[in-house]
C-alpha cells in the first residue's frame, strides 16, 4: 500500500483544474445497460471506483473500452441481471445496477451493498421505489431480488429520516424510464449529478420533466438509444480546492468547476471572510486570509444546502480558524471519522452526537495519521498542508477512489506532497509496522 507524505507551510498559487464528478459518472456508467446500442462518455474521472464500476459492467456482459485518458466507450447488447457479492460488496455505488437491470431486463438480482465507516448505508427507499413501481422485491441471503414483469408509472415519495436520497434517486429513476406509463418521483434529490444523470438519459430519448426540482415526472418509452455525453465536473473536488485555497492558497485559481454547484460552501467561505473571487462561470480564485478567519456554524442538508462531503474539509479550515465553531452532520450522522485523526494533529474537536464542535486552533502539527473513508482522507491531506513538519496519511487508497491525481494537482501548485510505497515510511512512525 502507498501512503502520502506532505511538508506542512508551503503556499498554494497558480491553476488548478477539476475532474469529471465521480458521483455522477457512478450511475451514469449503470445507465449505459439501459440500451443495446453504444455510450461513449466523456470527461469521466480517473478513479478506482471508475475502474471497479467498468469491471462490474464487463462481467454482467458489457462491451467496456477506456479510449482515451478520460473516454470510455460503453455497449450492454447480451447482459446478465445478476451481480455478485464479491464484486459488489467493495462499491456501496453498485447498488446502481438494481434500476437499469430491471428497467431493461425487468429482473434483478443483486447483492446487497455493506456498509461502510460514515455509517449503514440501507436501501430501504430504494426499495419503496421499487415496490412503488409494481416491482416484486424480495431480500434473500443478502441479495435483493427484483421482478419487474408487471412494473408500471406510479406517484412515490422518496424523502426519508435524512431528506432526499441520491442513488436511491437515481436508482428509481433508471428503472422508471423503461417502464410504462408515467411515474412522479416527489422528494427526488436535486443533486448536481442526478440532474446530469437525467439529461444523459434524455440524451438516449428518455422523457423527463422536472429536473433539478424535487418532483420528476417521468413517461416511461419502450427503448432508449445510445448516447455520447460528458460528465458535469466534480463540485467535491472542486470543493476541496477550494479550501485548500482558503487555508494555504496565494490566489489559488480553481478552474473547471461550476460557480452554480458551490453555493453554499461559498456562502460559508465569505462569512468566514476568506477572500475568494469568482472569476467567470467555470473559475474560482481564492487566498488564505491575511488576518484570521471568522469562525462559522455549518450544517449539512440535501443539495443546495452544505454538502455533507465537504464536511470534513470545512472541519480542517475551522479546526485552523481561532474561535468556536459548530459543525452539525445531517446526512450522515456519524460522519466524523476525520476527527480523532486531526485531533492527532493537535485539533481540538469535541464530538456531541451529530455536531463536532470545533476549537480553532493558529497551528496544527504534522503526525502520522489514518485515512479512513474518502473524504475524511481530504480533510487530512488538507491538515497536512498547513501543518508544522511533516504529516503521513495512510491507507491512502480511500483518496483513490474519489480524487484523480490529487497529489499531481497539488503539487503543481507548490505543495511538498508526494505517494510513497509504505515500505519507505519510518517504521518507528508508522503505527501499521509489524
Ligand atoms: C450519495 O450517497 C453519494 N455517493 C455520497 O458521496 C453522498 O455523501 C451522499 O449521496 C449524500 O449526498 C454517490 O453518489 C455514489 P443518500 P447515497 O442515499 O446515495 C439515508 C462520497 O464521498 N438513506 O443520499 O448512498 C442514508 O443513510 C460519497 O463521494 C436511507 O436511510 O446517499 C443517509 O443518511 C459518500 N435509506 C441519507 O439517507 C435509503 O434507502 C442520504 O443518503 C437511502 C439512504
Redesign the pocket.
Known sequence: MDVMRIEGGNTLSGSISVSGA??AA??IFAATLLTEETCVLENVPNLSDIRFMAEILEHLGAEVEQTGPTTWKITAKDISHRAPYDLVRKM??SVCLMGPLAGRLKKAEISLPGGCV??????????KGFTGLGMKVDVDKGYVFLDAEHACGNPIFLG?????????TANVLMAAVLTPGKTIIECA?C?P?VVDLCRMLVSMGADIDGIGSPTLTIQGVDRLTGCKYSILPDR?EAGTFLIAGAMAGENLTVTNLRVADQAALIDKLKEAGVPLTIDSESSITVSKSSVPLIPVDVVTH?HPGF???VQAQMSTLMSVTPGISIVTEK??PNRFMHVPELQRMGADIAIEGPNAIVKGQQKLSGAPVMAS???ASAALILAGLVAEGTTWVLRIYHLDR?YDKIDDKLRAVGAVIERLPEKDMPQDLNPEAA
Do not use: C, Q, Y
Not at 118 to 127: F, L
Not at 160 to 168: F, P
Open positions: 465521480k458521483n457512478l450511475p456501496r455505488a460514515i455509517g449503514p448505508r440501507p436501501i430501504d427507499m430504494h426499495i426519508g429520516r435524512h431528506g432526499s436520497t441520491v442513488t436511491g434529490a443533486e449529478e467535491i440535501p454538502p455533507t462531503d446526512i450522515f473513508d474518502l473524504r474519489g
